[in-house]
Structures are given as structure tokens and as C-alpha cells.
């Protein structure tokens, strides 16, 4: 089975100062990992995937998150935070073996900015 | 290129009713999954079409059902609808066989009164 933590169900930053999402995952085998953003009423836009290449992912719009194995997380961050990032962000997991069709979500951190 | 887009944007029914709601994949892809988010919730998989059959399926009841068409586009349905199946329902769509990640559409808004 895999699941996902994502430690803070609300971020709360100001603009120009830097972000952190945290998530952590369970899984039995070598997962891919993947953030997600979700703008209000809309669908989910692919930030970065982790999918057993480099540790460390650059994803759109300045983010980046940190593959630990050791620690089962999978931190975003991103070093200056944009009126426009407010949004919710899904840490997500999927088993490779099956290709990507089994998403495991996170239940979602709010990202709130402040001018 | 047409990403993946869902039909309607919105719905309203009542209980007991059923409903179906489409989606047409991204251009390419051949594969569509169907997510359930509820408010405030991450989404949760309902169940996967490749070539015209259900290939996965999560912890859903029967009262969901889905259709793959020729041309890859994809309906689900709802039966005997229950006021909590109110949620924002997302498709998502990939090629099988690649390293492709999932494009979602915006979603179709369901209220169940």
C-alpha cells in the first residue's frame, strides 16, 4: 500500500519570501512522486515529478522539491513566493510498476500569500 | 492542442437521480482515469478506461460505472445518487506505455440537494 502526509493543511508566507510544503510518503517499493496545483475551481496543473532520476526536481514557476529517501519526503520549495502561487498544492505518489494510473493523493496544503 | 476538457462545468440533481458526465482526452492520449474530490479533500481514484474496458478500479460501489468510447473519450455514471456524492469530479488522461504523467480538466462540479 503507499499513502501520503502532507504535514500542514495551511502555509501562510509573505510575497518575496521563500516556500515550504512538506510530504511525506509510506510505500513498499520505489515510488514516483509527483506536486500538483490546484487554482481555485479549476483542475490540477503537474508542478514536477520524481521518478528515480536526480534527487533534487525543477519543476514550472521556480519550484523545486528534494527527493529523501532516508526520510520518506518530498518537500516544495521554492526561494520567493508570487501573489499568484496562493493556491492548494497535492503531494501525490503512484506505484511505477503500473505505469502512473494509481494516484495516491495528499489531502492538500493551502498556500496563502500575503503582500 | 485541446487539453483535457469536462462536460458540464456544473450539475445539480437530487437524490436518487443519476447522472453521467464526459470527458474527452488530451490529443494523444488513450488512457482516462476518473478522480472523486471531495470539499477540501485530495482527490481519490475512481477507476481507470483503456481501450474501451475498466483496467483499475478504486474503493467505489458499484453505483459508479464508466464507458470508454473508440475515440478514447469517457462518460461516468452515477446511479441512485447520494447527497454525498456532491464533489468536483476530474478526469485525467495519459498515453499508456510511457512515462507520461496524468493532464487533468478543470472538472464538472456535481450538488446533489
Known amino acids: 500500500a503507499q499513502s501520503v502526509t502532507q504535514l500542514d493543511s495551511h502555509v501562510s508566507v509573505s510575497e518575496g519570501t521563500p516556500v515550504l510544503l512538506r510530504c511525506n510518503y509510506s510505500s513498499s517499493y520505489s515510488p514516483s512522486l509527483f506536486w500538483y496545483v490546484q487554482h481555485p475551481n479549476k483542475g490540477l496543473q503537474l508542478l514536477l515529478k520524481y521518478t528515480s532520476a536526480a534527487t533534487l526536481v525543477k519543476g514550472i514557476n521556480g519550484f523545486e522539491a528534494e527527493f529523501k529517501k532516508s526520510e520518506t519526503s518530498f518537500h516544495l520549495t521554492k526561494p520567493s513566493a508570487h501573489m499568484s502561487d496562493a493556491a492548494e498544492y497535492f503531494c501525490v505518489v503512484s506505484d511505477p510498476r503500473r505505469g502512473y494510473s494509481t494516484l495516491t493523493f495528499g489531502k492538500g496544503t493551502m498556500l496563502l500569500v500575503s503582500p | 492542442d485541446a487539453g483535457v476538457t469536462q462536460s458540464p462545468t456544473h450539475l445539480i440533481k437530487t437524490r436518487g437521480q443519476q447522472v453521467t458526465l464526459r470527458c474527452s482526452p488530451k490529443?494523444?492520449?488513450?488512457?482516462v482515469s476518473w478522480y472523486q474530490q471531495a470539499l477540501g479533500q485530495g482527490p481519490q481514484f475512481i477507476f481507470q478506461?483503456?481501450?474501451?474496458?475498466?483496467?483499475q478500479r478504486g474503493n467505489f460501489p458499484d453505483r459508479f460505472s464508466g464507458h470508454q468510447f473508440p475515440n478514447y473519450s469517457s462518460e461516468l455514471n452515477v446511479n441512485a445518487l447520494l447527497l454525498g456524492d456532491s464533489a468536483l469530479y476530474l478526469c485525467?488522461?495519459?498515453?499508456?506505455?510511457?512515462?507520461?504523467?496524468?493532464?487533468f480538466g478543470d472538472g464538472t462540479r456535481l450538488s446533489i440537494l
Open positions: 485525467a488522461s495519459t498515453f499508456t506505455g510511457t512515462s507520461q504523467p496524468q493532464h
Open positions: 478506461y483503456y481501450e474501451e474496458e475498466e483496467r
Open positions: 490529443s494523444g492520449h488513450d488512457t
